[in-house]
């Protein structure tokens, strides 16, 4: 369990982005010593480019995955490359992806979810039959929900169809194994790692159009190898604390229930980072300021939603009613969060929901 000097509240919005690990910033510090471009062929250069190749291939050794590994500024770059440049036809996401997706393909065909969050992958089928080199978008984990999706499954019926499989596994990666995919997403800061880097995963760089410039000729600019070495040192760190997280969210869980809230895709398989809750008759935005103001950050849906308190496209996508989406937020858990914090949590959630109730 890391120190937490930062912490003097509670911060129980990791989803969004995890404080950076020790490990990482040390990483970073060390890394601003060697301050040249590794494009460039002196000395300096060359040290900056060993650097930043050292710092690939344990990205990719630590996330166990085969194939070219591209860095990027985030996952939002990396899923916008993917659907510029990948050698498809059509597009196809599932209606529950993150809005970077539906933002970068906004005329896709859309799978359907249920009601339990989960795809409905009968409709999955039909939107791949007859579709034309179909690129297929579906992430490993819903970063609203914690749904975890089978990949696998969904690989195996994009493959049959002739298609390419885009796995967004921003909110898996570091905590799950990666699936297999023909792309896979991952951003550094929601495991540790520093804000604005994170790669992109391609099996087959056939499958991708080259255009020039760094990373092999898939993406412009100067790498942010100070930011990259932090991305490989948080993936290196100890992931034990996912089974403590485990425990707390079944805890959470049960407890919410008892408490007369309602757990958000409580049968679904989920990750156990994520969790949301329903305080019936309480707007979530409401909650979330309460608990701001008793030191404790939650978030109304995903981070790219509350800013604007705008009705979860995830839930109403579920069969939710827009009054009832408006009451439910999100908790997620990582390598700081402690059973005490949870214990404050549901103290505050459950005070709140008795004032309403005597209200």
């Known amino acids: ?59 990719a050794a630590a996330l166990g995955r085969e194939g070219t590994l591209l860095f990027t500024s985030g996952a939002t770059e990396a899923i916008s490359l993917v659907f510029e440049r990948a050698k498809a036809g059509s597009f196809i996401v599932s209606a529950v992806e993150h809005p970077a997706v539906l933002r970068s393909a906004p005329n896709a065909r859309q799978i359907a979810a249920k009601h339990d969050g989960t795809l409905d992958l009968d409709d999955l089928d039909r939107a791949l039959a007859g579709a034309e080199r179909p690129l297929v978008a579906v992430q490993s984990v819903n970063n609203e929900t914690g749904v975890m999706h089978p990949i696998a499954e969904i690989y195996a019926r994009v493959k049959a169809a002739g298609g390419l499989l885009l796995t967004d596994c921003a909110q898996s990666a570091g905590k799950l194994p990666l699936p297999e995919a023909d792309f896979l997403v991952v951003a550094a800061h929601k495991l540790g790692g520093p804000p604005g880097v994170g790669a992109l995963l391609v099996k087959d760089p056939a499958t991708l159009e080259a255009i020039g410039g760094q990373e092999g000729g898939y993406r412009p600019g100067t790498p942010a190898v100070p930011a990259i070495m932090g991305f490989a040192a948080a993936l290196e760190g100890d992931h034990g604390w996912y089974e403590e997280a485990k425990r707390l969210r079944a805890h959470l869980d049960a407890e919410i229930e008892t408490a007369g809230g309602e757990v958000v895709a409580g049968a679904a398989p989920r990750i156990a980072t994520i969790a949301c809750y329903r305080m019936p008759g309480v707007p979530g935005a409401a909650q979330m300021m309460q608990l701001d103001l008793a030191g404790i950050a939650v978030t109304a849906g995903s981070a790219c939603a509350s800013g604007s308190l705008k009705t979860s496209h995830v839930l109403t996508a579920m ?20 059973a005490s914090d949870i214990d404050a949590l549901l103290a505050h959630w459950r005070a709140l929901k008795d004032k309403r109730r005597a209200a």
């Open 319 to 338: 069969g939710w009613s827009e009054e009832a989406a408006r009451e439910v937020i999100r908790v997620s858990f990582g390598p700081s969060t402690q």
């Open 1 to 59: 369990m890391p120190d937490r000097p930062y912490l003097a509240r509670i911060y129980l919005d990791h989803a969004s982005t995890t404080p950076i690990l020790p490990q990482a910033a040390a990483a970073m510090a060390e890394a601003c010593l060697a301050w040249a471009n590794p494009s460039s062929p002196h000395a300096e250069g060359r040290a900056a480019r060993a650097q930043l190749e050292d710092a690939r291939r344990r990205v």
